[in-house]
């Protein structure tokens, strides 16, 4: 089942701060963070597990609260850079299966 | 670094034609999936595959589409008869079995049709 991601889209001036929300209704595993930028492909920024360990390579900080199946991405001092759709992948279980499921995307542009 | 592959990077196509778009994996990955963004929208998930079988598919994967793995390295998508509103970006990922895995995606192939 889809998470479901707020805002849609964010306009920010350099410097500026934005937190994107993901939520979901089922019990996760983890949350998937990636950024397409246009044009491109989605290309894999974050992830972060049960138990709070964040994994990641990008000057870009997410949270994972497990009670409430949420995650938030905080785009800190924001770049030119960090312009693109952002979108959120839950990681949840189902049968034997673990299936990872994205949002709709939150499109994220950031002027000078 | 090994990375998903997908040809052609353009494919044009006329109206009520057969397409093959294919895609090669990472080599070890077993879950397979293909995506479809359409101009200026979002990501639509298509289809994912494990284990020789489609696991999953969205209402947009209709009869016109079907997925194969025909030799263990190439993964496909075929697209039966198109219309016009398949002209989308198709891309395909990978991911290996197991929790904690990213997805990895191909670059993705423009499929337009006249």
């Known amino acids: 089942q889809q998470p479901v991601q707020s805002p849609q889209a964010v306009i920010l001036r350099e410097g500026e701060d934005a937190v994107i929300n993901c939520s979901s209704s089922k019990a996760l595993y983890s949350v998937h963070w990636y950024r397409q930028k246009h044009g491109e492909a989605p290309v894999f920024l974050m992830i972060?597990?049960?138990?709070?360990e964040q994994k990641g390579h990008e000057k870009i900080s997410a949270s994972f609260n497990e009670k409430k199946q949420q995650s938030s991405l905080y785009l800190t001092a924001s770049q030119l850079s960090y312009s693109g759709t952002y979108f959120c992948g839950t990681e949840y279980r189902e049968g034997n299966d673990y299936k990872l499921s994205f949002g709709a995307g939150t499109t994220v542009t950031v002027r000078a | 670094e090994p990375e998903v592959t997908q040809t052609p990077s353009h494919q044009v196509t006329q109206m009520g034609q057969e397409v093959i778009l294919r895609c090669v994996p990472i080599?070890?990955?077993?879950?397979f999936y293909w995506y479809r963004q359409i101009l200026g929208q979002k990501v639509e998930f298509l289809v994912s595959?494990?284990?020789?079988?489609?696991?999953?598919k969205s209402e947009i994967f209709d009869d016109q589409f079907s997925v194969e793995r025909p030799d263990g390295s190439n993964f496909t998508l075929k697209i039966r008869s198109t219309k016009l509103e398949d002209s989308a970006m198709y891309f395909c990922?990978?991911?290996?079995?197991?929790?904690?895995?990213?997805?990895?995606f191909g670059p993705g192939t423009r499929l337009t049709v006249l």
């Open positions: 972060l597990l049960k138990g709070g």
């Open positions: 990922a990978s991911r290996p079995e197991g929790l904690y895995n990213e997805q990895f």
């Open positions: 595959f494990y284990n020789n079988e489609i696991s999953e």
């Open positions: 080599s070890n990955h077993l879950y």
